[in-house]
């Protein structure tokens, strides 16, 4: 494992503790992953009660329940990648005998649809869900209770539906996907539908006036697989959220995995320090800013959130149906570790060349009025004002043409850069998504003479 430093260790170890102590949980796993693997992970408590004593382990399963979301909503963004479907695609035209037009597949990524949260019936009251063959009906009889994007509102039953647009376009059944094309490439082989029988955690419910633990039920949630009929290991989401941290091409592309990170909608309105993305959680916690996903099941609350600025990842397991915050021990123990025990900073590197095109273009430019810095690093141009946060990415330009560039990452992402030169070839200005850029300060008033 990469290492932690001991005195952080024990820190992130005190911190799991006392999370299992005030929340009276019975079995607890914390874990954190970075540079590319798990890390550190304690367990605390008792994996079973009827062996009381031995904690949990990073082998030990627990159901992650919606956790499952991410890697459904990974998989549809393959599909999209693949050209099999959009996001704009909507469900009735994928499942053409749906009643409930105009859905699309962006909006049930992101709970905007309106739709509501569960599957008819009383389905947890009941502890009846529906098959494959009851989901499209059931989703019919389902009501649309809000507008589409007016107000996010959390849908299991959406993402059951995604489980079989899943299913349909790829002729095989949801988690048959899900393995083939996460499962198997990232080795994450304790990643099944409910428990596989080997080590465990015992779910448990802790009544409130007494310190008895009642044994929860394992439920079979039939069609609702995709939205939360995963379980899974602390090793196996270490394996997760480094992919999520650093995609690899195999299962899906980084710039995929960024787009799915872009706010789609807004979860907390009044603090916004909760937005969902494209199947992904985004939460905010000071300045820092986390990817990943919270999960619930009878006798399990977990979570897994991802720093992926700086590649490291906090998990939280718990064997109660009851728990504290999980994502909040998640994030804890990546913020420990961040500021305790951070990774070293890359070394710098020094380049190999400039291009002779980009000579005359480094240095200082002004556009109305305020002045960005254009320098070459590893051969590639980039741009940032003097002015702009430390934390911010500088504008980074790819060469299409002579004298163009698009940029592709940073300020005016997907914008042009197109240079001026005089008659010697000297570069005179630049228009930057088509805003001049002089060598001087000019008023607008001085542009036409410019």
């Keep these: 494992m990469t290492e932690i430093a001991e005195q952080t260790q024990n820190g992130l170890t005190r911190l799991v503790a006392e999370r299992q102590s005030k929340g009276r949980v019975p079995g607890v796993v914390g874990a954190v992953a970075r540079a590319g693997k798990l890390a550190w992970s304690a367990g605390v408590g008792s994996a079973d009660l009827d062996n009381p004593g031995t904690p949990p382990t990073a082998d030990s399963q627990f159901l992650i329940a919606s956790q499952s979301k991410t890697l459904t909503a990974v998989t549809i963004m393959a599909l999209r990648d693949e050209g099999k479907l959009s996001l704009d695609d909507t469900v009735d035209q994928l499942i ?27 389905v947890w009251d009941l502890m009846k869900f529906p098959s494959r ?42 988690y048959e996907s899900v393995k083939a094309r996460i499962l198997d490439p990232l080795e994450m082989r304790r990643t099944t539908v409910g428990m596989d029988g080997g080590p465990n955690q015992t779910g448990y419910y802790v009544p409130p ?31 997760w959220a480094m992919f999520v941290a650093n995609p690899v ?157 698009r940029t592709i990452s940073g300020r005016e992402t997907g914008e042009l850069l197109r240079i001026t030169r005089d008659p010697a070839g000297h570069p005179t200005k630049l228009h930057w998504a088509t805003y001049l850029c002089t060598r001087q300060p000019l008023a607008f008033a001085d542009l036409n003479n410019s």
Aim: charged residues 20%; contains cysteine; glycine residues 10%.
């Design 209 to 239: 006036w007494t310190d008895v633990p009642v044994r929860e039920p394992l439920l079979d949630i039939g069609a609702m697989d995709a939205c939360g009929g995963l379980a899974s290991t602390a090793e196996d989401l270490a394996k």
């Design 96 to 122: 053409p005998e749906t009643k409930h037009a105009g859905v699309t597949v962006r909006q049930m990524l992101s709970h905007a649809s309106g739709m509501q949260r569960e599957p008819v019936g009383d």
């Design 249 to 405: 091409d195999e299962v899906l592309s980084k710039d995929t995995l960024d787009e799915m990170c872009q706010v789609q909608i807004m979860a907390d309105t009044s603090r916004w320090q909760l937005a969902f993305g494209l199947g992904f959680m985004l939460l905010r916690r000071g300045d820092r800013f986390f990817v990943g996903h919270d999960g619930g099941m009878p006798g399990h609350i977990t979570s897994t959130f991802v720093h992926r600025e700086s590649g490291t990842a906090g998990i939280a397991l718990f064997g109660a149906t009851s728990s504290p915050a999980p994502s909040a021990l998640a994030t804890d123990l990546v913020i420990k570790v961040l500021e305790e025990d951070p990774l070293p900073a890359d070394p710098w590197l020094p380049g190999t060349e400039v291009p002779a095109e980009l000579t005359g273009v480094l240095g200082t430019w002004y556009s109305e009025g305020s002045p960005f810095t254009f320098t070459v690093k590893s051969g590639v141009l980039q741009a940032k004002s003097p002015d702009a946060a430390e934390h911010l990415a500088p504008a980074v330009f790819e060469r299409i043409s002579e004298d163009t560039y």
């Design 133 to 174: 063959d009851d989901l499209v009906a059931g989703w019919n009889d389902a009501e649309r209770i809000g507008k589409p994007h007016h107000r996010f509102h959390y849908s299991n039953l959406v993402f059951a539906l995604l489980g079989e647009i899943v299913a349909r376009i790829e002729g095989r059944s949801w």
